[in-house]
């Protein structure tokens, strides 16, 4: 563990995700020090606190009250942000908190509300935005490398559903899985989406139809400086983790392919055959770690957010209205 | 020359897409014989018969009457499509047709049941069939190496837009561009669409306004069996000429990628650095040569056509749906 | 067939590849007529002339004194290569020649010899020097694209061995196989070797070994001017015809990979798969047609061979000293 | 850090391998306690025993007599590696030791010697092995997945050279950089060298000759079974780090291609650029911490070094018997 300049940091809920910014504040971001975690499954609390040497505690209220803590990071289920937000503003202390950022547009706007009025510091966790292969795509266009920006493409596949219960509370595919996608296409635009119209439908795995929700969807998107947007998301892609995007200028094209977790290819009677990426959370776990360390020298010392609460609530709106065209079957327009 | 059962054929029209056609005809097509070739340019019409050893017309209508012909290949301007057929039809004559058939939907229909009343053979020329990357990936999804097709998604973009006289006849990007691109969704699919969404928009060349056209655009597609497609096009890809497409199935993926001219990569302090490709004419060379081979073979002994009238109106008319929902700006169904 | 100012060309033997010279001077060599093939195998000349619309002769010596033509095909077997150029030089005909130029070095000076005193316009059919990805890596290097040339590496695998009764007379893995490579070796470093250390083993085909041949076998080279290389050559990869080179130069790399038949790749459980490329006279279906294309051009107006005799015999004693290490078990010295 | 069972460990020597062995064992090798670090340069000891939590020593012997230890890193300067060898087998000390295990086969032989009498636990720090495509390759062979193995074939390419005072003292580009591929090769063949041609050249770096090494480098090897074998060492990429390696085997090859930083690629007019990887501390990272996180298990548990000291002699053996071939212009056989 680092002896530097610390922010110490607990975490308030520690299931999958926040368990990995644990490990990560623990072990891998330099100014960080993990504090305590929280999680109302106290045997979870426990277990993680003993792996990373941090308190527990069973509430994210009593965390925040005992401990001194210089950040939190906000990891519980989605519709217990607001909340937990509300908790660190009265402490006067800075935010991390999971995508998506609500469930619902009102959720979204208290918490961007809260978030603007206090002037905490505040970070979104879209962890996208921190892959090296994402983020050299974004400095490129910044650059000019491209021109101007005309069309963005997204391609997120994953390679089966999620649980029953979970899809149930999901927001289902656009909020759940695109919400990456709309936030990637509004990053590398740099522009407001205007006018969305989005398709679903269920092939594979009937339970999604129970809830509303799509197997394979795709929306297509009109930017304000009339640039155009391609997303699309599935649940199906049996092959493996498939995730791409592309973005194209008026001087060039700039893709983000697969990842791949070898370099290792064999060439035999079948053809040539290289291996497909299994899952995000090693496709992304360089990601994960910048992300969290961005989040600490932000709270040391810096004075704009990676990720804002605006931007989170942004992306949330557009995720809802492909779901709204989605069910209604027109195009919905996104006021300015 | 070859010498065996030959396919006397005549060519009407020798502009860039005739000549092609009567090269492979004359040069590479086994069972060929390229025996004439009319254009009202008199000076193309006998340039082009004396380069390959034909002779010239300046009128299809008297090559029809006077040669002894096997069958014609037709590759005039798209308006005088139907005329020409409709000589062929009273000549008995097997005709290969030019993409695309043509310009509207009525005078679809009339070329279509010219050529089903009358019997005749007939192929359409959507050349990207016979491309051995395409037919790969056709075959492979009819043996059901991915199992049911779930997505279509197609990427069309030329390097640079056509001049000014033609974007005013070419029946806008998604006729002359996508055409293609809605005829390789329907035939890899093997379905019907019922409903298309599309947007575009003119951002680089001010001149495809002028016209109420595009110079980029995208559609989605919903099939009869519930599988959706995209399809992209794009004038505006000044790095090279950009085409692929990939299908999801629910037991894998299958993607046709951008051909190469060369197998060379340069590694320098630049990167790593390959070419792409240029143009669609040597893209596609071979796709031609299979394309006119595979005419006079159905010609010779075949009794299915490769691509029929009623699968060019079928992609003519989901182009033209997807041109309407652009205008009009709202969802456009087909009926079956 | 064109009826441009022509080249009258007689094509002697037509086995395996004179046959594909002739389909070549007949459909795809623009200045190219293709006047008469000469083969002992009568059945045999009697099918290509019938196929390819030209006179038939058993006997070369006869079809060049009967015909009026500009220029000869020799593609009979090595041995005969000698004899022929020798009655060519007689009727002050150009020759192209296959490769290997001779199985001796004797042989190869005597050709050399003929050619170069009587000033007739010769080429050797070294077909690689002719392919898009090679001739543009020449080219790059040319243009000091990677600065000074440091080492060139080449790989050469054929799928399967050659028929028994071939390896006897094939001059072995290094004259046959790999005289190819190291033609590339001295055309990409513009240099001449001074040293060679080989090794060879067999594995996998023990039929080899009964000749004093190899089914895998390696070699390094020290240049003139102090770069290195490569040349590895072998009989038995399963998996496909592999083919590929390197050059490393002091600001970068150029590497000429496999070429494809396919831009399709297919994603399922098993991974990533695309083809891997058969077999060498469809990968260099283009590079054959550009060679006698070349060749036409050069009977026509041009004045420096693209493929000189002395070329051919610096690289067959490139390879006769790789033969001769890998037998002594030493380096073999090349004199200036 | 972790509170598991750990394994106490100290580190001698914090340049830059030994630093970070230090930083993997304080944060990322889960049975790892980095409890000191020893460095004869004190100020570096501090800052490495202070960033990361441990004690500090000037002196590896005053380390191991006073901490409890559990094992010992060395990360010491090559000539030392015997001495530091011998400090541990007197403390019963399970060792690390990084590669290569020492510049003279006497050294190694006395090193060998000392772990095999003593008994001690023994690991030498030869990191390419634990890189996830290295050991992906070496599972697949000997799944049988290509066969019998026939010809293996590696390449490594620094982008520049080491500093003067550092090339004296590496033993030479055979023993500094390419170790690393002998053991490569010995370990994919499962198989000992017999006989190794090798070839040197200096071209760029003429500090290089002052030495007697080379800054471009050669070697083709044969081993018991017959198999061949090439390695290729160079100083000159400048375009970046460049490690191929490939085996082919009678029914299939593999091939561990270069790792990349980013998935992103850019098409523009200069064609489609990706970037080349930079350097090995990143391309490694991965197999560093799998490394050390190994040495951790095999302390606590295992039996079997990973990287016996046995193996590490015969590559440095194969590695002293290119140099010296390379010198004397001749082969240099192996005894059994």
């Known amino acids: 563990m680092l002896r530097l300049k610390h922010v110490r940091v607990g975490v308030c809920g520690v299931g999958r995700i926040g368990c990995l910014h644990a490990e990560n504040l623990a072990c891998n971001a330099e100014r960080a020090e993990l504090v305590s975690v929280a999680d109302p499954i106290k045997a979870l609390a426990r277990k993680i606190a003993d792996r990373f040497g941090a308190r527990m505690y069973a509430s994210s209220r009593e965390m925040i009250k005992k401990e001194r803590l210089d950040a939190v990071v906000v990891a519980t289920p989605t519709p217990t942000h607001a909340k937990l937000v509300e908790l660190a503003v009265d402490a006067h202390l800075p935010v991390f908190l999971e995508k998506p950022i609500a469930l619902t547009l009102k959720e979204a706007d208290k918490i961007a509300s809260l978030v603007n009025r206090s002037g905490i510091k505040f970070q979104l966790g879209f962890n996208r935005r921190w892959d090296p292969s994402y983020s050299k795509a974004e400095k490129e266009i910044a650059e000019g490398k491209i021109g ?28 759940d899985e695109c919400i990456h996608d709309f936030d990637m296409a509004l990053w590398l635009m740099k522009d407001h989406v205007r006018q969305v119209w989005a398709m679903g439908t269920t092939l594979v795995y009937p339970q999604f139809s129970k809830y509303g929700d799509y197997d394979n969807a795709v929306a297509i998107l009109r930017f304000s400086n009339r640039g155009l947007g391609i997303v699309e998301g599935s649940r199906t892609s049996t092959y493996g983790y498939d995730l791409r995007t592309e973005i194209l200028g ?21 053809g040539i055959t290289e291996d497909q990426y299994p899952w995000f959370l090693t496709r992304f776990a360089e990601a994960y770690k910048r992300e969290i360390t961005g989040f600490c020298e932000y709270v040391a010392r810096g004075d704009r957010s990676p990720v804002s609460a605006d931007e989170g609530r942004e992306a949330l709106r557009l995720a809802l209205a492909a779901r709204e065209s989605a069910r209604k079957g027109s195009a919905v327009e996104l006021s300015r």
């Open 148 to 175: 101007r920006t005309l069309v963005v493409k997204t391609c997120a596949r994953d390679p089966q559903p999620p649980p029953d219960a979970y899809i149930k509370h999901s927001g289902g595919i656009f909020v």
């Open 250 to 270: 008026d001087r060039g094209q700039i893709q983000v392919e697969n990842w791949k977790e070898h370099a290792t290819r064999r060439w035999d009677k079948s």
